[in-house]
């Protein structure tokens, strides 16, 4: 029994060690490092209520709660453009603690997980008849 105990210790070890790391990720970089395809994490943000886009919007926005709790951050930088005139771009970044939750979850093998890996939808309805947006949120 201490022997099947013992293999827990490093992996908890080294997810307390991602949570407390400093940086955060793009969705895509944090993808890579959780091994999955990146359209396969949007998908998974995407229906679990993480991010979402506002109508006719080209970004990702975070939800606040999952902001708060620590899991995003929401980047916004000036870009200047060849025309000398500037462009506000925003980005959502995974933060170490939510790559450990993300890790987590996806080695526990539940069925969220697995659907993940498949690449199917799972989790959250979609809003208001079908559509994946809700322009009262955003």
């Known amino acids: 029994m201490a022997i099947a105990n013992a293999e827990p ?3 908890a070890s080294a997810l307390d060690r991602i949570a407390a790391a400093h940086g955060s990720l793009c969705p895509t970089d944090a993808a890579k490092a959780l091994k999955i395809r990146p359209m396969d994490l949007f998908r998974y943000l995407r ?3 993480w991010i979402y886009k506002r109508y006719n919007g080209a970004n990702y926005r975070d939800y606040q709660v ?3 709790a620590g899991l995003l951050e929401h980047k916004v930088i000036a870009v200047d ?3 000398g005139s500037q462009k506000i771009v925003e980005q959502v970044l995974i933060t170490p603690r939510s ?3 993300l890790s987590q979850i996806l080695s ?3 069925t969220d997980a697995r659907g ?3 690449g199917h939808d799972v989790g959250r309805p979609a809003l ?3 559509k994946m947006w809700d322009s009262e949120h955003g």
């Open 9 to 11: 210790a490093p992996k």
């Open 47 to 49: 229906n679990h209520g």
């Open 66 to 68: 999952k902001a708060d």
């Open 81 to 83: 453009r060849a025309d």
């Open 99 to 101: 790559l450990a939750l």
């Open 108 to 110: 526990s093998g539940c």
């Open 116 to 118: 993940i890996l498949a």
């Open 128 to 130: 208001h008849g079908g």
